[in-house]
């Protein structure tokens, strides 16, 4: 247990979809599990994910509220001696779109993911007071969820859908620099999203951020509180070669959360805080971000 009190964290952000929007609604998908501690074990989580978007009238259609919940399965394995971690994903995702009086709702088993993430630099044991690990990783997201539901006979808009049809990959790098028991984390991730069956590519997307935190202990319970600032960008989607109208932009968070750890257990929540944001051409606005996770080290 005293390992976990002062090991260096890991934020994991992982990226399932673009942000973006047109007449028929929009979505934004992201993992933030949060900070992590315990480098050297295993771990199993279960997360709990929920945004929600306001679509102002644009195109002479009306204006929309859709809301986006994932139920997530993950785990987290140690490799090749401690030097690499090998992360897996399998969400469940329910989206709601209101339209007026009318409700259009989607369920089923999302994409799947996987991360490989390898320490350059790992001083987390070290008994140095400044203390640094870099991690440089790389990540597949695979077609797994449906993606050409119904809904009342007409096609559910791709953003509603539980999948997005396409193969992503993902480049990742995190940074962390702690002193003591104080710490900061600077972490960047870039999504290429590819084509689906249906010629339709959701834009590229950036996710960065800086995250500061500490932690209070008392026998064998941990409360780690952070609080951070994250930047999210996505180019435009593509239909074919036609870049799509509404769609894209960029949000600015301020995010701010607290892990409490109990012996090999632990719950992790974020509330992410949108202070800026354009997307899709400003017809579209965010609301806080929710993000639960639970989990189990071994």
């Known amino acids: 247990m005293k390992k976990i009190a002062w090991v260096l964290s890991v934020l994991l952000l992982t990226t399932t979809s673009a ?27 279960v997360g709990y994910q929920w945004n929600r978007f306001h679509s102002e009238p644009h195109h002479g259609e009306t204006s929309s509220d859709e809301e986006f919940k994932t139920y997530q399965l993950w785990g987290r394995w140690n490799t090749l001696g401690g030097r690499l971690h090998v992360y897996s994903f399998l969400p469940y995702r329910i989206n709601k779109r209101w339209n007026g009086n009318k409700l259009e709702q989607v369920s089923g088993i999302g994409d799947v993911q996987f ?15 400044w203390r640094n690990v870099l991690q440089l990783g790389l990540g597949i997201k695979l077609p797994t969820g449906k ?24 480049l990742i790098v995190q940074y962390n620099l702690r002193y003591r028991k104080m710490g900061g984390m600077y972490s ?19 996710q960065t ?13 941990i409360v780690l509180p952070q609080l951070g600032v994250t930047y999210e960008q996505a180019a435009k989607d593509k239909q074919g070669s036609t870049f799509q109208e509404i769609t ?27 202070t800026k944001q354009n997307l899709g051409e400003g017809n579209i606005s965010s609301s806080p971000r929710l993000n639960l996770n639970f989990i189990y080290s071994f």
Not at 19 to 44: F, T, W
Not at 115 to 129: A, M, P, T, W
């Open 115 to 129: 991360q490989g993430r390898y320490f350059l630099i790992n001083q987390s044991e070290s008994e140095k007071v």
């Open 248 to 274: 894209g932009g960029y949000s600015y968070f301020t995010n701010a959360g607290i892990d409490v750890y109990y012996n090999q257990f632990g719950l992790l929540s974020q509330l992410y805080i949108p």
């Open 209 to 221: 951020g800086i995250h500061g935190y500490t932690w209070f202990q008392k026998k064998n319970w």
């Open 188 to 206: 960047f991730q870039y999504t290429f999203n590819g084509v689906n069956k249906q010629h339709l590519q959701f834009g590229n997307k950036l």
């Open 147 to 170: 993606f050409n539901q119904v809904s009342d006979g007409i096609m559910v808009h791709p953003n509603m859908q539980a999948g997005t049809g396409s193969f992503d990959k993902q």
């Open 19 to 45: 942000l973006s929007c047109d007449v028929c609604g929009c979505a934004a998908s992201s993992q933030n599990i949060g900070i992590i501690p315990v480098i050297s074990k295993n771990l199993v989580g």
